[in-house]
């Protein structure tokens, strides 16, 4: 498990235990401090607050949320600088029991770099653009085109962005006085012709050394997208990833939302592709080379601690301390996690034999 998957567990596992956090009034504080920005700002910031703060009516409530600001501001000095991704802080009175104080603080540093700034008091913690933080596995290119227009964007996670817009300059239907016919079409033909190639130039530059990106969507006009896709001369690493062509009429952000809304069958159905692969390949190693297998928990750990372990599955219905516990074995040897659904018969197969864990390994340990 490399750094970035293990904050993002981290981060997980932060969620699942303030989500169930609730106050008893409004003395939970959250403070969202983005990548790049002054922490000593935002110190300044909370000072401040923790003055308006003396200005609240209820005692018990006024303690609790200048106590919670008093610690998070000393939290924040023992940082020289905001870390690279940002920084969140969570801080509150977490006591059951009415008129009982319990001052609790959690920080975290993001897997990604954080863009918002937040600093709120409630009965819940704010938890959601972490969450959505968390949706943002992959990354998707996104291409809406016809012969005057162009439109490059991104779906990451829950979020479209424009990349890019190009022009063509290629003329409507309706001839310059005194063209003929064919020498129209010509001109037309030869001008949507370097279009496409602008187009597909760009796609290289924005996508090709892309590390998340999981496939390409396309959409358009019939029969504009597809010429497109046969006249562009798209590298092949690009034209391979291309998942999904569907029809839409529109070719700017407007287009790339429609895109993403008539292509969201195949995305989901792509990531349990992949899954199927997987646990395809574990049954096919357990039938054909059952030595190079190994599945049930007892079995699986004894293959990590032998460092045998290749690929290591585990169902998404077992404990998360139990995951956590066999992510950090595998971690220690090298190993490649991957957790498999049970949206899938595989899924559900893989569940039912293995009671969860299995294995593809790298030698026999018996």
Known sequence: MDSE???RQELEELIAQLENIRGRHTQLVSVYIPAGFNKDAVVRQLESESGTAENIKSKATRKAVVDALDRIVRELKNYKVTPPNGMVLFCGNISEKEGNQDIQLWVNEP?????????????????????????????????????QEATIGILEGKQIKV????????????????????????????????????????????????????????GGPIPTKDEFLE?????????????????????????????????QEDISQQELVKEKE?????????????????????????????GAVEKLLISKKLPKSEIKDFEDKAENIGAKVIIISTETEEGDQFL??????????RFQIE
């Open 278 to 306: 997987i646990v395809q390949q574990f049954f096919e190693t357990l039938g054909k080379n059952k030595e190079k297998a190994a599945y049930g928990k007892e079995k699986t750990l004894l293959a990590l601690e032998r």
């Open 163 to 218: 990349i890019r817009t190009l022009t063509s300059g290629v003329p409507g239907k309706v001839r310059a006085g005194g063209q003929s016919s064919a020498r129209f079409a010509r001109v037309t033909e030869g001008l949507a012709k370097e279009f496409f190639r602008r187009v597909a130039e760009a796609m290289k530059e924005i996508f090709f050394d892309m590390p998340k990106l999981k496939g390409i969507l396309v």
């Open 111 to 147: 897997p990604k770099p954080l863009n918002v700034r937040l600093y709120r008091c409630d009965q819940i913690f704010v938890l959601d653009p972490l969450k959505e933080m968390l949706d943002i596995t992959e990354v998707y290119g996104l291409l809406a085109i016809d012969r």
């Open 352 to 361: 039912n034999l293995t009671k969860g864990v299995g294995a593809i390994l």
């Open 5 to 7: 998957q293990k904050k």
């Open 231 to 263: 006249e562009a001369q798209l590298v092949t690493k690009l034209k391979k990833l291309v998942m999904a062509v569907k029809d839409i009429g529109y070719t700017d952000e407007h287009g790339l939302r429609l895109l993403v809304e008539a292509s």
